[in-house]
């Protein structure tokens, strides 16, 4: 476990994500005493079609100001800032990975949310929370980097409170397999864990989840990327994007990864599945 930790850590933390988003600030030319959460967004939402996709995902359920909401794999903490701000409610988030909580609650400071969002790490194996705390448990391209699919939904569903509602966005193995590497979430297969939607469909259920909602994404992520990558090649790399959470490697990263949807190595799908009551 302490090698697996340790590994998503160097994964991720760069040692200077907050200093490369603050000079992103610099060249887009926010000032940082007036941040919007939509400002960050474009560094902030670690995943597939950035902000649209933490729409689409919020408005699978009811959110409501007294909710308590759980980030499992927080990441900076976007989609937390986001569902805090937009429903009122309460988000707390838990991530691996030290560089990206610490980074996350200053991010949090400078938006003003610090009342509502509350990071901290945590290994969404051990969650270290209570069984039956949360009213809807939250988790965006997390699970890839997680063998022990069990664990992981066990331990959602253990924190959820019963009738409760597990949302994710996910990355799944595709028909063809064998993805090329590297890929935003690793730079080989020892930290990809991929499972095909159906045999994540099982582990879910498996643990007592109903499948209330499960949609595939895959035309529009791929549309995405393209644009994307596109706009790289002609404009280079904007200010402020995921490509700063990606190493030197980034652009490559985001293309195999938009490859690998192409030629159906991978999908991706969004849903919202239910704790039984
Ligand atoms: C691609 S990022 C997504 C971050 C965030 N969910 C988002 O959408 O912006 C994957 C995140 O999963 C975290 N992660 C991977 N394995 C984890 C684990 N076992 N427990 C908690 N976080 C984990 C990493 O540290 C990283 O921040």
């Known amino acids: 476990m302490e ?17 490369k988003i603050f000079k992103g600030f610099d060249l887009a030319d926010k000032n940082i005493n007036s941040l919007t959460v939509d400002d960050l967004s474009p560094v902030d939402e670690f995943h597939t079609r950035g902000k649209q996709s933490t729409l689409e995902v919020a408005e699978l359920v009811d959110l409501k100001p007294t909710d308590h909401v759980l980030d499992v794999g927080c990441g900076l903490g976007g989609s937390a800032r986001h569902l805090a701000e937009h429903y009122k409610c309460s988000v707390f988030g838990i991530d691996l990975t030290e ?15 610090s ?10 194996l051990q969650i270290p929370y209570e069984n039956n705390q949360f009213d809807t448990v939250w988790t965006e391209h997390v699970q890839m980097n997680i063998a022990d699919k069990n664990g992981f939904y066990s331990e959602l569903a253990r924190v959820l409170k019963p009738g409760g509602h597990l949302l994710f966005h996910d990355v799944f193995l595709g028909a063809l397999a064998s993805p090329h590497y590297p890929v935003p979430w690793a730079e080989d297969e020892s930290l990809s864990s991929l499972v095909t939607e159906s045999e994540a469909r099982m582990i879910m259920e498996g643990v007592g989840f109903k499948i209330d909602h499960w949609e595939v994404k895959v035309k529009e992520s791929i549309e995405y990327f393209r644009k994307g990558l596109s ?16 190493g030197l490697n ?3 990263k985001l293309r195999n990864y ?20």
């Open 3 to 19: 090698r697996y930790a340790e590994s998503v850590d160097r994964h991720y933390g760069n040692g200077e994500v907050i200093t």
């Open 99 to 113: 560089e990206y909580i610490s980074a996350g609650t200053k991010l949090t400071e400078l938006v003003g949310l």
């Open 115 to 124: 009342d509502r969002v509350e990071l901290r790490q945590g290994n969404a």
């Open 231 to 246: 706009l790289m090649e002609t404009d280079g790399p904007p200010p402020l994007g995921i490509h700063l959470l990606m």
């Open 250 to 252: 980034a652009k490559e």
């Open 258 to 277: 938009c490859l690998n949807l192409i030629e159906s190595r991978v999908t991706v799908a969004l849903g919202a599945v239910r704790k039984s009551t």
